[in-house]
């Protein structure tokens, strides 16, 4: 089955900061992959989405992610991060030909932000 | 476009007593996902509707929760004789029919207390 990896639990970074929160996913044939921020208590917005062609995908809020099928990851990076930012993160695998199309989630990477 | 709409947005309620949740998804997405999030972890898939029919549902939903979605439009999640470890947020997400490899809209889900 399909299942992903998220190793960083909590990440604290300056604000003005680069950031880059790792994502591992297993399975065997090109996934469709997301990054979803959720802010406490709420739910989930899409920051941005892969599914085929480059492997650097541009989102929402200045993040971006590079698909590397030899690593099997998806890192979501952002070059200066604001105060804003701080959520915690997401990322998620669609498997393509399962007819309901379900996420699949890590168990998240949460995002402190130091003034 | 209003987004996709749950109802109500905090439930505290007795270990033993039922509970049902509502969900409104964007009105043209055929399409309609419940998850399940407890602390600390990611959002896991509990069932998907597509217009009016159930077509999946998790090991994890056990006899004690039904998902109906009459119609097509609003769908409800209801959970009898609750226990302490329902507690959770319940997310319902939507997204257009063959369209669901672009993204899911979340809403902000229902937290949920068993005292």
């Known amino acids: 089955a399909q299942s992903v990896t998220q190793p960083d639990i909590h990440i604290t970074v300056s604000e003005g900061a680069s950031l880059e929160l790792r994502c591992n996913y297993s399975?065997?044939?090109?996934?469709?992959l997301f990054w979803y921020v959720q802010s406490p208590g709420q739910g989930l917005q899409l920051l941005l989405k892969?599914?085929?062609?480059?492997?650097l995908v541009q989102g929402i809020k200045g993040f971006e992610a590079e698909f590397k099928r030899s690593q099997s990851s998806f890192n979501l990076r952002k070059p200066s991060v604001h105060w804003s930012d701080a959520a915690e993160y997401f990322c998620?695998?669609?498997?393509?030909?399962?007819?309901?199309?379900?996420?699949?989630f890590g168990k998240g990477t949460k995002l402190s932000v130091i003034p | 476009d209003t987004g996709v709409s749950q109802d109500p947005r905090h439930k505290i309620t007795k270990r033993g007593q039922n509970v049902t949740f509502r969900c409104d998804p964007i009105?043209?997405?055929?399409?309609l996902y419940w998850y399940r999030q407890t602390l600390g972890q990611g959002p896991e898939f509990l069932t998907y509707?597509?217009?009016?029919?159930?077509?999946?549902k998790s090991r994890l939903l056990s006899d004690r929760f039904s998902a109906e979605r009459p119609k097509g439009s609003f769908s409800t999640l209801e959970i009898q004789r609750t226990e302490q470890g329902d507690s959770a947020m319940y997310l319902c997400?939507?997204?257009?029919?063959?369209?669901?490899?672009?993204?899911?809209?979340f809403g902000s889900g229902t937290r949920l207390t068993v005292v």
């Open positions: 892969y599914f085929s062609g480059d492997t």
């Open positions: 997400a939507s997204s257009p029919g063959v369209a669901s490899l672009y993204g899911y809209t």
């Open positions: 998620a695998v669609v498997v393509s030909g399962a007819g309901s199309y379900q996420l699949t």
């Open positions: 009105s043209e997405h055929n399409r």
């Open positions: 509707f597509q217009n009016e029919a159930q077509l999946e």
């Open positions: 399975y065997g044939a090109t996934p469709y």
